[in-house]
Structure formats: structure tokens, C-alpha cells
């Protein structure tokens, strides 16, 4: 994986510096959604090869959650947003 | 050819030159009654037992690469049936047995070596859990010993018992457990298919699988069509993207795990011996290198190799338990692509498709299990039962609310 990541908020930071957290391509179903897509966003995984987001945290620095575009099979780092405004973007 | 010392005597008379490929390089038929995707360690004694056990002749195994070139190559080769909770205890025994008896099985030299795990505690609370993990395997049949400090020393001279962070209080020990030779157990178990039958197609990668009426009659592959009755998935590594091919979804993420050999030392370290204070194992091959390994890098990839941070991590864990080890270079490392499912257990069952069936979610104790998966995944096949020491590892048991979680680490599979 690319050593240095590009922080939108502190600029470039070795990687060693985040936390990673997982899938951030799910959206959050409603509370009284079914337990069907409760269970679907809790246990199940596209788990792509290629292209994902992922959440990332940036605890040695601004502690700031982050959506990292990432490749899982070259390991290349496509991109780095900050978590909120990925979310406004998408309208999450 | 049975193998024996006469046959040794008599190959060696004949200059070595007659000894003939354990298994053949089949070519595939167009349809098989049962259809194998993934020549690894499972899916090789899943063919092997559904021919010899459950009379499943017509069988064809399907390898993309060669065979034994996934993750039965890619281990640090540990045995053992340590667990916890009671959906995967006998099952890991019912492994071990299998285990005990593999080589007469299969008349096949896998090395195994009983030599013993112990995993080692650092707190009066992590002496109490392992207290309780080691009645929980006598309550299955499997002998635990718990070691206090003063009798590991003796033992095991070389830990560092005084870390102030770490100090070692004592381990818990199997002694019938050990090591196996990895590679060895992949060609056993493709020889004695072979032997009974099974066709191993190497170099032939499942592109689609097709379906009609709902059920699977057969799958496109790199060297054309071909039919089948059922088909079995044991693509561990690539479970996710074979399944993809069936629209299943699911429960689980690919993640790498290292690990690693040092150069060649003369008999130093007798046993396996985990570290409480991460999870770094050890152990010595029969070659004499150290053969070591630690938690999965913790982000998911399909890469087969990893990152030098985790690799540092590792080496320091090693240095913490064994401070000698500093002195010793490290010859190669390499990684392998874990099916990490959602709560650190292994899945053998049905899908919602009536004759495809599935083996996946290994996490990164899938060596030690090849011959109860091989066992179950085929009696499961057979019958279209579960086999009893199975009967937690299913697919729906996260919507149940059965989740199998011997780590308590919740559905976050870079935790187990």
C-alpha cells in the first residue's frame, strides 16, 4: 500500500499514522428497516477486487474519520475525503 | 505405487528413474456428479473423502493455478484443536484425530509432528480465561495442561519470563498438537483422490457458473464448458468473487496474513509456542528455519503479499517473547489471502441454491482443519446433511443469531 497518505485536513502523513475500520460503501439502514437489511449491513460484504472505500481513522493526527478510495488488489490509494463531507456529497 | 521402505530399496536399485506422477494431468470429461472448485487442502481431501468415504467416484477437482499453490502452501503449518466454544471444539478435535491417523491414511509421509502448542499468558485475568478454555476442551475429550512459570522455565529457558509490560505468568498446553508439512498434505491428499478416481485439473479457472431453473448445471471454465450435479465452492481466498458468480452474499471479507522463515539454526525450539501479549506463534521447521506469523495486516486485499509495517510489528512481538531472536535473519516472508468471515469461524453448508454447496470463511486457521472440512464438506455433499461436529458452521447463523465469535471481537473481521 502507498506508504504516505494525503490527510485532507493535515496534509501528507505516513500511513503507519491510521486506523482502518472497514467498508464504507454500506449505508446505515433506517432503525425500522427489516432485520433482512439490518442483517445484510451488519454480516454481508460485496468485498470487491478492485476499486473500495473504506473508513479511516486518523488517530495519530486529527482523529478525523475519513473515506479512502482504494484499490485491493494493486494496493493504490485513489483517494482521500473527509468522512462528513463524503457524506454530504452523497447525500447520506 | 505403494509407498513403503521396499519401494524406496527398489526405486533406488532402478537409479530413481521409474517412479511415476502421483496423480495424473487429467484432462476434464463433460460432466462429473460432483464438481470441486479449488484444489487447495480442502478441496482436495473434500474429493478424497467424498471418493473413499462416501462412495462419490465421479468427482473432478478444478485448480486455477497448481495445484497447492493458495493458502495450503502459504501457512505456518500448525495443528491443533485448542478452541473454546462447543461449535467449534469438536470440530477441531474431530480434525486432530483425523490428523493422528493421516499419514497411514493416506500412505503418505505429512510429517506431523506432535510437539506441542502453548500458548502463554501474561495476567492473572488471561490465566483465568485460558483456566476456562482448557476445562472447556476437557469437556469435549481433549487433554489441557495449564504450565505455571517456574515449570516453563524449566521447559523453556529462552522467553523473556521479566518483561515489565509482558511478564510470562505460565502457559496453556496441548501437547498432541504440532505441526504438519503443508505442501506434503495437498499431494496426499491429491494422490489419494487420484487413486480413487477424482480428475485434478490444474490450470483451468471457473469464469461463470450456470444455472437453470434455479439449480447449477455447470460451469464455464478457461478450458470450456463443463457439466455437473452438484457443485462444491472451497476457494478460500477468492470466496467472495467464485460466489459473486452464483449471486450469493455473502459473510465475508478477504484479508492478507504474513508470514515468515528465518535462515536455517541448529534444534532450538521444541514446541509451538503463541504469545499472549499479541499473537505471534513460532515454531521450527524440520530444515531448521522459524517459521513465524502474527495477526492479519487488517485491511482487506486480494494481493497475496503485505505491508512492511506489520512486518515490523511481527518482528517486534518475536523480539518481546524471545529476545535471541534478534540475532537471527529473516530468509523470506510471504503472504496469503484469508477469508475473514464475520465472527472468526469457519462456514460448511448448503446455499440457497439446492445444489451448490459451500466451504469458505477460514479465517486464518484453515491448515489445521483441512481434514474435518475435507471429512465434513463431503458428508455434507454425499447425504446433503450436516455432519454432526458441523452442525454450528452454518450460513444463515448470523440472521439466527448463532454467530460462532471464539474471539468476542463482534462483526469486524479485521478484530478476529
Redesign the interface.
Known sequence: MASLITCPHCGVRPKEEFAIRGDASLLRPAPTASDEAWHDYVYVRANPRGRTLEHWQHVGGCRRFLVVERDTFTHEVHSVTDGAAFARENGR | MRYSAFSIVKNALSGNLKWKPQWRQAEPKSHYDVLIVGGGGHGLATAYYLAKEFGVKNVAVLEKGYLGSGNVGRNTTIVRSNYMLPGNEPFYEFSMKLWEGLERELNYNVMLSQRGVIMLYHSDGQRDAYIRRGNAMWMEGVAAELIERDQLKKMIPFLNYDHARYPILGGLLQRRAGTARHDAVAWGYARGADRHGVDIIEHCEVTAIRRENGIVTGVETTKGFIGCGKLALAAAG?T??VGEMADL??????HVLQAFVTEGLKPCIDHVIVYGGGHFYISQSDKGGLVFGAEID??????QRG?L?TAEHVMEEGVTMIPGLSRVRVLRSWAGVMDMS?DGSPIIDRTPIDNLYLNCGWCYGGFKATPASGYCFAHLIAKNDTHPVARFLRLDR??RGYAVDEAGAG????LH
Open positions: 477468492n467472495s468473487r452474499k455473502l459473510p465475508i471479507e478477504s487488517g485491511y482487506t486485499s486480494y494481493a505491508n509495517a464475520m448470523f440472521a462483526p469486524q473481521p479485521n
